[in-house]
């Protein structure tokens, strides 16, 4: 029978089991329950408890819609459908055999435009990273009205006298879990990467930017996200703007006072539209403008790896040639011209492939770009830049949706076996190559290693990035023209 492995953390002792070597620890609680009174508050510490905690099983994943496969994203890009509950402040840890070195960690924080996601998603497993001697954890945080809601009787209650984004407070609350307690799995807390894909590379783009983790972090992974730059995921809003949002949704709800709006069931806070539901700027977590945070030398300056997906487009049916162009104009005005000139749409075909392309560059690459060209002018430390370029295998035309967003991510974790696709022997190699990069990174703030083609820092002169397939190169950015025009008219 395999050993069942006991650690003793500062709020208790937790009871895992052991796979392959690899001691996994899940649904570990690192902050009390986020309801009823503590709805829409700030992680509390935990109550120690007596005895053993069995940590054997995911712990709930936060409220949300139910997860319903749709386009790219099948079944195993999305957590179970249960358990879902208000309760989900877990993490996970997976942990190689201890020794007298003390290991890297990479903390894992997941994506789902902050309305959706949980760490119990089959891409996520850590017992690939594990085995390769870091320790992973993957952590929850509320997401949707949950995480976010401001409100004025929200900020009284504060001793900051600020609300929303309890999200990130969460993911904060999790960093000081892992800083207090890591060790004792044979962790090194000065030495956590945080890494994100998504709205997870959005939050590490935050967390690298929040004075909150200063001394918690020493190193930043994002995939497919940032936000420097305001965007249609994340608009420009400050704490009083969104306040009021958050009175006009209890209002909206019958809700006269936040007691009330807190006797209402999470049923009924999921089923209601409105409410803040993103990060925003709230001068606590996030003290001012992201942008003038990294141009004024103010984040962590942390060495970071970043990059995107070939195929990181957020569409659907694209517009004809004609409709596409007169969005254009109305979207850009002034710029629009200069615009179609490096996304033209002179009929359906090209104006269908420019959409795609001109929604990757606006969603993801422009941050992406514009966060590696700021910490390179503006800081210390390295940044990495990569283009993922794999079209993954797909069995039928219906599944064929080329390198998409989150694509990536059982690649970069080396979990290919969670994924039912028709993957050959070249997929399963880039994985192990990503998964290296990606843990030696952890290790050294440096990607490159034994075995693996050099990847160089991108820099404001040279802006090489790396291209991530079956076969790999390095070349200066291709949509530099594109993202440059972007980061200016954003």
Known sequence: MAQMPIVLTKSGKIQGTQKNGIQVFKGIPFAKPPVGDLRWKAPQPLTPWEGVKKCLAFGPSPVQDEPIPFMCWSEEYLIPKA??????????????K???????????????????GGSGCAIYDGEAMAKKDILYVSINYRVGVFGFLAHPELSNESAQKTSGNYALLDMIAALHWVHDNIEAFGGDPNQVTIAGQSAGAFAVNFLSASPL??????????ESGGSILPSSIRPSIRLKEAEQMGVSYAKK??????QELRKKTATEILKSQGG???PFEDGYVIPSSMLSIYNNHEQNDIPTLLGWNLDDKMIGKPATAAQYTADIQKQFGANALALLALYPGN????AATSQG?????????????TWATLQSEKGKSPVYVYSFNRKLPASTPATDFGAFHTGEVPYAYNNLHTVHRPFTKEDYLLADQMSSYWVNFVKTANPNGKGLLSWPAYTKETKQVIQLDTKMEVKKLPTEQKLQ???KIL
Do not use: H
Not at 99 to 115: Q, S
């Open 83 to 96: 358990p879902i509950s208000e309760d989900c402040l877990y993490l996970n840890v997976w942990a190689p």
């Open 98 to 116: 201890k020794t007298t070195t003390k290991k890297a960690v990479l903390v894992y924080i997941y994506g789902g435009g902050f309305r959706s």
């Open 213 to 222: 983790t200063k001394g918690l972090i020493k190193g930043a992974i994002a």
């Open 253 to 258: 709800l019958g809700a006269s006072s936040i």
């Open 276 to 278: 803040l539901s993103g």
């Open 347 to 350: 009929n359906d075909m090209e």
């Open 357 to 369: 392309d001109l929604s990757r560059d606006q969603t993801f690459g422009v941050q992406g770009y």
């Open 485 to 487: 025009l972007l980061s």
